[in-house]
């Protein structure tokens, strides 16, 4: 539902989109850029990283499907694979079932893509203060197949809460749904659908790490197909 009513806007050119795939996309982007990876380039099925991997033996193929790393490839999509013995100046091609695709899509909706999660909440939202009030800004929720996420609907809230604070910016009915669900809460909780999926297949320590808000302080962006760690003010 939540992508869905994105694409619906996808005739509206937005300044900056933000991606949030809390569980597990972005916290796992994140991870991999601060421990070094050179970047993280996502793609929307297994034969494009496939394809990749072929073309350049030296990436490390990385992603799952149904929670579980992908047959053959070198890394699943838990953030905590993503050390810094491992992905240290790699490139890392990510294919997962709604993350990398939602990232894919936001490139089409906007001039600029940012990479967040509860990880680097903090500085994704200096990022977007910086632009003046008027900035059209699209906040994109992964979600799980088509269903709205409960964990990235509280990111959005945390990122629109925290924007919103000082100053007045138009909201759409997701982004003041998705602000009340954060006013209420206060902090991440971690008990929707995808959330005891993963705890099912065994992941608790995934869930455990990507609500540790501000963990990881970096800025991740999109360019040319590759999301790099940015500077930021
Ligand atoms: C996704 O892209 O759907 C998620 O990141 C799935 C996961 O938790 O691995």
Same mark, same amino acid.
């Given at each position: /539902?939540w992508i869905t009513e994105q694409r619906k806007l996808c005739?509206?050119?937005f300044?900056?989109s933000v991606v949030i795939d809390?569980?597990?996309a972005t916290?796992?982007?994140?991870?991999? +850029?601060?421990?070094?990876?050179?970047? &993280?380039?996502p793609v929307s =099925?297994?034969?494009?990283?496939? /394809? +990749?991997?072929?073309?350049?033996?030296?990436?490390?193929?990385?992603?799952?499907?149904?929670?579980?790393?992908?047959?053959?490839?070198? +890394?699943?999509?838990?953030?905590?694979?993503?050390?810094?013995?491992? &992905?240290?100046?790699?490139?890392?091609?990510?294919?997962t079932?709604n993350g990398t695709n939602a990232i894919i899509h936001a490139s089409n909706l906007a001039?600029?893509v940012?990479i967040?999660?509860?990880?680097? +909440?903090?500085?994704?939202?200096? /990022?977007?203060?910086?632009?003046? @009030?008027?900035?059209?800004?699209a906040i994109v929720c992964a979600g799980?197949?088509g269903? %709205? @996420?409960?964990?990235?609907?509280?990111?959005?809230?945390?990122?629109?809460? *925290?924007?919103?604070?000082?100053?007045?910016?138009?909201?759409?009915? @997701?982004? *003041? %749904?998705?602000?009340?669900?954060?006013?209420?809460?206060?902090?991440?909780?971690?008990?929707?659908?995808?959330?005891?999926?993963?705890?099912?297949?065994?992941?608790?320590?995934?869930?455990?790490?990507?609500? *540790?808000?501000?963990? %990881?302080?970096?800025?991740?962006?999109l360019?040319?197909g *590759?999301? %790099?760690?940015?500077?930021? =003010?």
């Amino acid at each position: /539902e939540w992508i869905t009513e994105q694409r619906k806007l996808c005739v509206k050119q937005f300044n900056v989109s933000v991606v949030i795939d809390v569980l597990r996309a972005t916290s796992t982007v994140i991870t991999a +850029l601060s421990n070094g990876a050179r970047s &993280v380039i996502p793609v929307s =099925n297994i034969e494009e990283a496939l /394809e +990749l991997k072929h073309r350049h033996p030296e990436y490390i193929i990385a992603g799952e499907r149904g929670g579980q790393r992908i047959e053959g490839f070198q +890394l699943g999509n838990s953030p905590t694979e993503y050390a810094e013995a491992v &992905v240290r100046d790699k490139t890392i091609v990510l294919t997962t079932s709604n993350g990398t695709n939602a990232i894919i899509h936001a490139s089409n909706l906007a001039e600029r893509v940012l990479i967040a999660s509860f990880l680097n +909440l903090t500085t994704v939202v200096h /990022e977007l203060a910086g632009y003046d @009030s008027s900035t059209n800004i699209a906040i994109v929720c992964a979600g799980n197949n088509g269903e %709205i @996420s409960y964990e990235d609907t509280q990111v959005a809230g945390a990122i629109i809460s *925290k924007l919103t604070k000082n100053r007045a910016h138009y909201l759409s009915d @997701s982004s *003041k %749904i998705a602000m009340k669900l954060w006013h209420a809460l206060k902090k991440p909780n971690f008990s929707g659908e995808h959330a005891k999926k993963l705890s099912q297949l065994g992941f608790d320590k995934d869930l455990e790490f990507c609500q *540790k808000v501000d963990y %990881i302080p970096i800025l991740a962006e999109l360019r040319d197909g *590759k999301i %790099i760690k940015v500077e930021y =003010n």
